[in-house]
């Protein structure tokens, strides 16, 4: 499942089929700038990116 979207637009919610756990994993591999999560009731949690610390940087 290949997605765009518009940072402008995070956080955002999606519903999806259901997945396993290792399903969920490839997914978020898929979109690693992303923090992804998802709910006891399968829906799935697009946070925009995390910025780094200004040490990092």
């Known amino acids: 499942m290949d997605f765009v979207i518009d940072e402008v637009f995070l956080p955002a919610t999606f519903s999806a089929p259901p ?27 697009v946070m925009p990116p995390t910025a780094l610390p200004m040490w990092l940087g």
């Open 19 to 45: 997945m396993s756990d290792e399903e969920f994993a490839a997914f978020c591999a898929r979109y690693p700038d992303y923090q992804i999560e998802m709910t006891a009731e399968g829906d799935i949690l």
